[in-house]
């Protein structure tokens, strides 16, 4: 009679006593399977026997640590061996939640970042650090490893609307893994409706993509949590300058080394200057409205995976090369002629190299600590998505046609008009009356940016604010006419 199979289990293989009576090898957990399979666990297990007292307890608290981490090394051995089934057509009883998962984050995700590799290595292009996909790859099996966790068990015919409710309710009592209140004294931030909603659409593509494939008859429809409130706030152009002029002058500050026999562990302002790379990154968002993550992967030069800028044309082509268009549309735009002198000028003097947006003359991946020190120094609150915000507004507000600015965005006109089209500047203006007629013709869009069709409107703007100056200040208001009159 063939012997029957035992499957994946933990066994500990006994310790060895030297001759003189002490521990000459620890006992040690293994992972033994059918076919002759033993592996370590790197886990291993004390002799209690003849200990007492708190020598006992310590022995026996490291044999249970021990044995916790060998059972977590068995779970992740049954993972790495199962393979889910490719048979096609079965009901969603059949089918578990976790095998879609793995199967989508395998075929998918990680075959993305294989071909986008193979895309580097026959271009001979090296990476100083990991580039950016990968990251986007690593986040994205983060939150398929911590979907997996809570749908454990769980089959496609278990997914409806109450069960993702639950799945909401139980991730909303976590709080996130890359919190540290032991470290920064601050309570820990709580996962958000909108985090587990971010992990369920990712959910929601792996079942599709499984159904679209045919290894499932049955249409499984994933429930989502409401969107939150959207956020419309922009800066407005005295923000920006403040903004800008911060970044520019910001001092890196340093302590003075121990050994100084004067000035030993005091601050002190350095030359290095570490934000004026995003004083690049915000004039990009704010003149073209694009996305933070193509303006950090913006090159001079089509590269895989990134978006490029062409210099010579005045084109900036958002989507990045090799990537499939998604529904944030990212459609190529002409960079307004401002900001095509100063990117020029940029990398002429090498101020910018390789990329748009260089630190220490490597590329950034993301600018989210840096922006939000920029703006707290400057007394604003906000992200890099706002520079977007701010670029939606300040063309409605300028009197461009929406079809123009919807398209300059990379936007549906019916999304730019429901979120901004209360900022257009004719917005209500025959329903309100009383207003000024416009003395301009609506602008085209290369007008927006220009400084001599809104020289008037820039003119009175820096007057009044010259007069509420000097008003502050106490001072009297004195030009070439009041100085003649008083001579």
């Keep these: 009679m063939p012997r029957r199979n035992s499957g994946p289990r933990l066994w500990l293989r006994p310790g060895e006593v030297a001759k003189d009576g002490g521990t000459e090898r620890l006992a040690q957990w293994h992972i033994k399977d059918d076919g002759g399979i033993r592996r370590p666990a790197g886990c291993f297990a004390r002799d209690v026997r003849g200990l007492k007292g708190a020598a006992k307890a310590e022995a026996v608290a490291y044999n249970e640590a021990e044995e916790a981490k060998a059972a977590q090394a068995l779970a992740d051995y049954i993972t790495a061996k199962h393979r889910p089934s490719v048979q096609k057509g079965r009901g969603a009883g059949e089918i578990l939640v976790v095998d879609v998962l793995l199967m989508w984050g395998e075929r998918v995700v990680q075959k993305r970042v294989e071909d986008l590799r193979a895309e580097d290595a026959k271009a001979g292009i090296v990476h100083a650090k990991p580039p950016i996909y990968e990251g986007r790859a690593g986040r994205c099996m983060a939150r398929l490893l911590q979907l997996g966790e809570w749908w454990q068990g769980k089959t496609l015919a278990d997914v409806d609307g109450d069960s993702c409710d639950a799945y909401v309710a139980w991730r909303c009592g976590q709080a996130w893994k890359s919190a540290r209140p032991d470290e920064t004294g601050n309570d820990a931030r709580m996962v958000s409706p909108q985090g587990a909603r971010r992990e369920l659409e990712d959910m929601r593509a792996a ?244 400084i001599h069709y809104h020289r008037d409107k820039d003119l009175r703007l820096a007057s009044a604010n010259r007069d509420a100056r000097l008003a502050r200040l106490g001072l009297p208001l004195r030009s070439l006419a009041t100085v003649a009159k008083a001579a």
């Design 207 to 450: 079942i599709n993509w499984h159904r679209g494939r045919g290894y499932c008859r049955e249409i499984v429809e994933v429930s989502l949590p409401a969107k939150g409130k959207r956020k419309e706030h922009h800066l407005e152009r005295t923000e920006a300058a403040r903004l800008l002029l911060g970044m520019w002058r910001k001092r890196a500050v340093m302590t003075v080394r121990k050994d100084s026999p004067t000035r030993a562990g005091e601050k002190v302002l350095s030359k290095k200057r570490p934000h004026r790379h995003l004083v690049r990154f915000v004039l990009l968002g704010m003149y073209t409205g694009t996305r933070a993550g193509a303006i950090a992967t913006a090159a001079f030069e089509p590269v895989p995976g990134r978006s490029w800028l062409d210099v010579e044309t005045g084109m900036f082509h958002r989507l990045a090369v090799g990537q499939a268009a998604t529904n944030k549309r990212q459609p190529p735009v002409r960079i307004p002629d401002r900001l095509l002198a100063h990117i020029r000028r940029w990398k002429r003097t090498g101020a910018s190299k390789d990329f748009v947006v260089e630190f220490n003359g490597a590329p950034v991946e993301q600018v989210n600590k840096g922006f939000g020190v920029a703006l707290a120094d400057a007394g604003l609150k906000g992200t890099p998505h706002m520079l977007r915000h701010t670029t939606a507004t300040w063309l409605l507000q300028r009197g461009v046609k929406s079809w123009d600015a919807a398209n300059y965005l990379g936007m549906s006109e019916k999304i730019l008009l429901e979120v901004y089209g209360h900022w257009a500047a004719d917005y209500q203006a025959g329903i309100a009356g009383g207003r000024k007629k416009r003395s301009l013709p609506p602008p085209e869009l290369h007008d927006a940016f220009s």
